[in-house]
């Protein structure tokens, strides 16, 4: 879904560094160098930018289908 706003392992703040992460992923750099750059260095905030899945855009579509549906009821 969303990135969290913390690491559930130390409780560092990550959130404010997830769209700068993403944008140079998609940019076509390689993830530890980035990480490298942001400054994270914990394996346990590694872990939550490497795993995240951003799903939000997937799951809007079937909430926006299904809000359509009961309107035209």
Do not use: Q
Not at 18 to 41: A, C, F, M, T
Not at 42 to 66: G, W
């Amino acid at each position: 879904m969303i990135i969290p706003v913390r690491c559930f392992t130390c409780g560092n703040v990550i959130a404010d560094r997830w769209e700068e992460y993403s944008n140079r992923v998609k940019g076509g750099e390689h993830p530890k160098e980035i990480l490298d750059d942001l400054g994270i260095s914990r394996y346990c905030c590694r872990r939550m930018f490497i795993s995240h899945v951003d799903v939000i855009d997937d799951i809007l579509k079937y909430y926006e289908a299904t809000a359509r549906k009961f309107h035209n009821v």
